[in-house]
């Protein structure tokens, strides 16, 4: 007895350092001389899918331990993904990672993840058809940020779920996306790009819900939080554009107010009320296309009006909101331009759940400063050029 109990001793540990299976009766139940284990590894190296299948599926019915039902869930997940069951697959491995995420080998899930996702994305990407079915991808995608929200890829990832959802006319979770972006992964590229589309999705609003200021102060909060964190990045110039764009928006709002109120011939008739949104025009808006059509208005209502007045004004305006910016002014640690003295919270390889190091990131104010920014306007129309 004691000799049958040392072989099946020594049987079970040379299965458990070759295979790094842990010892459960289940494993060694046998069939024509040979066990679970064995079966499987024989039908994996003649690609007998559909039978490594089967051995899964029976093995997976008895098996007791943790350690051993994420090994066959991941055997089965793989079998999946030859048959081309490809979201089959995918959810198999996320049951394997929601399931048992601290006997899972998690990167390699996760990576496994993501070649389906990109498979099934790249059968999608440029098809405009109306009978186009993006939701599942979407859904991937989403899944594997969720699995992995510190990979160096999630900001990318979650990027492209908002352009999927863009194209599939989701325009409310392509918002939140966007928004998703911007909190969690602030000092990304890709949270510019998200800031450009917010910004956009705002002046989009505004051409159907005329007037609403609260549109145009967000489309001016996320560009002026765009300007102020990006020196460099493809869509700076973009975002020059379209803030010059809304500072024409503001110009034109002032002169057509100022225009109604000069109305003699109507009962709202209010010449004081029409220079006042002139001269504010003149003085903050100089720069705007409609600077001409408002100084021939402000001198037929003001016969005193005088070119100097206004620049006196702009000066005296420059000079207050250069000591207002420098007394709300942030100064950003070092380790907001410097990935080397971050702070790290998760040492890369501590943790299997985690594919990168875990970073405090929290460094840039989302509200630094308020919404009024200068900006270089013919740098912009020079870049545009």
Not at 230 to 258: V, W
């Amino acid at each position: 007895m004691k000799f049958i109990l040392s072989v099946f001793f020594l049987l079970s540990f040379s299965l458990i350092a070759e295979q790094e299976w842990v010892q459960e009766e289940a494993l060694f139940v046998k069939d024509d001389g040979k066990t679970f284990v064995v079966r499987i590894e024989e039908a994996q190296k003649e690609e007998d899918w559909d039978e490594v299948l089967d051995l899964c599926d029976e093995l997976l019915e008895n098996l007791k331990k943790a350690a051993n039902k994420v090994k066959v869930l991941t055997y089965k997940a793989d079998a999946l993904k030859e048959l081309d069951e490809v979201k089959e697959a995918f959810e198999t491995y996320q049951a394997a990672i929601d399931r048992y995420p601290m006997y899972l080998k998690y990167t390699d899930a996760v990576k496994k993840q993501l070649v389906i996702a990109d498979e099934e994305y790249a059968k999608i990407k440029g098809d405009d058809s109306i009978f186009t079915n993006r939701q599942p991808v979407i859904d991937m995608y989403k899944k594997i940020v969720n699995n992995a929200p510190f990979a160096v890829n999630a900001p990318a990832l979650l990027l492209r779920v908002a352009i999927i959802q863009k194209d599939d006319n989701q325009e409310a979770e392509a918002i939140q996306s966007y928004r998703t972006i911007v909190k969690r992964y602030r000092t990304t590229a890709e949270a510019g790009y998200a800031r450009i589309n917010l910004a956009q999705h705002y002046l989009n609003l505004l051409e159907k819900i005329e007037g609403d200021q609260a549109l145009i102060d967000g489309a001016k909060s996320e560009l002026t939080l765009f300007i102020q964190q990006f020196k460099t990045h493809p869509m700076l110039s973009e975002a020059k554009r379209r803030m010059k764009q809304i500072y024409n928006i503001e110009a034109e709002r002032l002169y057509l107010l100022a225009v109604f109120y000069n109305r003699d011939e109507t009962p709202h008739y209010r010449p004081e009320a029409a220079k006042r949104y002139l001269y504010k025009l003149m003085i903050e808006y100089g720069d705007s296309e409609f600077k001409d059509q408002a100084q021939v208005l402000l001198k037929e209502v003001d016969k005193d009006y005088q070119a100097s007045i206004v620049d006196k004004r702009e000066e005296i305006r420059q000079e207050q909101k250069v000591k207002a910016e420098q007394k709300i002014a942030v100064q950003l640690p070092p380790e907001a331009k410097d990935k080397t003295k971050r702070r790290v919270l998760i040492k890369q390889g501590d943790s299997e759940k985690f594919l990168l190091p875990v970073e405090d990131l929290d460094l840039t104010p989302l509200e630094n400063t308020g919404s009024d920014v200068e900006i270089n306007f013919e740098e912009a129309n020079d870049e545009k050029k």
